[in-house]
């Protein structure tokens, strides 16, 4: 990749990809480094749906993914999608503008989960945008709620969440905006799920969900995330590691980013361990 910089965390500085006119930037880019943590999550957020249904006996189900860029968690979610399939869809010969828009809201006129709506917040609103006007996500919150509440309109379209998910968005985001959710969506009480690099300590937000009355679990095992982009992100990240005290072989040292999942209920519908809730499910983590 030419001309890196990098954030305050030490990652690859990506904001020139999350918030233009349409995806393919952001997913030519990520397809190069390898970016899978949404594939990774997949079965696991199906199997949360699954369980979220069967514990409330509705078919019907709201889920709010933060950070979620073009709707990427959407179409692999409620369209039936892979990864790659959008890589495939949004590579350097997708079609333009218009073109593209309209391929898009034909390809997304059906959602393989209808009983499944998908409210996208994350601040770039030109992604959102898009999501919404090819029908990837019913209805988009742009808005940076570590900054403020959601405004009436935004609130709205929170309230009454399932679950709130998130791939590849914390660190960018805390407790703050997790805590305006939880407040947002009631009378709903969401479960949540989070994939969280391992350098990102998720104590402080496991704290407040507590707070809030939440059991959180953490599953046993990483996911991989992506590749580094350059050997001076994967330094500054072994350094993040070394002042937690996480030892990186075999997992970071190898050249790639490791996430873990964090998932958090409300007491009354945490009595299906997590683990046993996610083997009924496909695919299992990789154990470190
Ligand atoms: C690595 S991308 C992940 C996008 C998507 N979830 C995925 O896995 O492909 C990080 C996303 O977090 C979003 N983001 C940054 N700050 C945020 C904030 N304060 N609230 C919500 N999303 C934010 C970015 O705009 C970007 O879309």
Redesign the pocket.
């Known amino acids: 990749m030419e001309n890196i910089s990098y954030d305050k965390t030490g990652k690859i500085d990506?904001?020139g990809i999350?918030?233009n006119d349409d995806p393919v930037p952001?997913f030519s880019t990520?397809s190069k480094l390898g970016?899978r943590?949404?594939e990774e999550g997949k079965p696991i957020f199906e199997r949360l749906i699954a369980a979220r249904r069967e514990a409330h006996e509705a078919r019907e189900t709201k889920l709010i993914?933060?950070?979620?860029?073009?709707g990427?968690?959407a179409a692999l979610l409620k369209h039936g999608m892979e990864m790659d399939d959008l890589y495939r869809l949004y590579g350097e010969d997708a079609p333009h503008e218009t073109a593209l828009v309209a391929r898009d809201r034909a390809l997304f006129a059906e959602p393989t989960d209808r009983h499944l709506e998908i409210v996208g917040?994350?601040?770039?609103d030109k992604?959102v945008a898009y999501a919404v006007e090819t029908g990837l996500i019913d209805a988009a919150v742009a808005?940076?709620?570590?900054?403020a509440d959601p405004e009436r309109d935004d609130a709205a379209a929170i309230a009454g969440a399932d679950l709130i998910i998130?791939?590849?968005?914390i660190g960018?985001?805390t407790q703050a905006?997790l805590a305006r959710l939880i407040e947002a969506a009631e009378p709903g009480r969401p479960w949540m799920a989070h994939f969280v690099l391992r350098m990102f300590p998720f104590a402080p937000i496991e704290e407040m969900l507590a707070e809030h009355g939440y059991v959180t679990e953490k599953l046993d095992g990483v996911f991989p995330q992506r590749r580094f982009a350059s050997p001076e992100e994967q330094a500054h990240v072994l350094d993040n590691l070394d002042r937690l005290g996480l030892d990186p072989t075999g997992l970071e040292a190898s050249g790639w980013y490791y996430a873990e999942l964090h998932v958090s209920r409300p007491p009354a519908d945490a009595g299906l361990p997590l683990d046993t809730l996610v083997e009924a499910g496909e695919r299992a983590p990789v154990h470190a």
């Open positions: 990506l904001n999350y918030n952001y990520l970016y943590i949404p993914d933060l950070g979620c860029s073009y990427v968690n917040i994350d601040p770039a992604a808005a940076n709620l570590e900054k998130s791939t590849g968005c960018y985001v905006s």
